[in-house]
């Protein structure tokens, strides 16, 4: 008989409780990649980064529609500036993933179709992310049939491990295959 009277107060407790709880919100549709990267911008300017600049990936990769590189003025900076950027994304409803921010010198946040590189300003000159996505990598049609694309001034460098001045050893031109040309 006590069993039973303890059993109808806990059922009546129980009962009150789940009513009493606050329904959790329905979520919000996923954003689109330019609410995703408005966002960003907004949180990385409330948190005062450094020389931000948004990248358009969405006619270079299929990796995501936009990158975002900005530098930190120190580790903590860095820090607090990819926590609240998490922060903001998890309220609009997107998930993240975030790398680097044990040392904070380089951390990257994948947010979908937005990613976001927060460095220290010596680690962002050194690897020089925005030089590299942002080369116009749609080349002429007309030279790569001709076999006379240069494929050493967009990546700096030389073709097919050449010299870096295109020379070759018997003194021709480097072409888009690495072999000489008579000059």
């Given at each position: ?14 009962k ?5 709880r ?11 990649s ?15 980064a ?5 990248i ?6 299929s990796?995501?529609d936009?990158m975002?590189v ?19 994304l ?7 993933h975030?790398?680097g921010?044990a040392?904070c010198?380089w ?16 680690v962002?000159d050194f690897?020089?992310?925005?030089k ?18 240069d494929?050493?001034?967009a990546?700096?460098?030389q ?25």
């Open positions: 008989m006590v069993r039973d009277k303890v059993r109808a107060k806990q059922s009546k407790t129980t009150k409780s789940r009513s009493a606050p329904r959790p919100a329905k979520k919000a549709a996923p954003a689109t330019a609410d995703l990267l408005a966002t960003i911008l907004a949180s990385l300017e409330d948190d005062k450094v020389e931000p600049i948004t358009e990936l969405a006619r270079k990769s990796i995501a936009y975002v900005a530098s930190g003025t120190s580790q903590r900076h860095i820090a607090a500036m990819a926590q609240h950027a998490c922060d903001r998890k309220k609009v409803g997107q998930g993240t975030s790398e921010l040392r010198d951390v990257l946040i994948d947010a979908g179709d937005v990613i976001v590189h927060l460095f220290r300003p010596e962002r690897y020089n992310l925005e590299m996505w942002s080369a116009d990598f749609q080349a002429d049609a007309g030279q790569a049939d001709a076999g006379q694309a494929v050493g001034q990546s700096g460098g073709a097919n491990g050449g010299p870096a001045n295109g020379d070759q050893p018997d003194g021709g031109q480097a072409d888009a295959a690495g072999g000489g040309l008579a000059t």
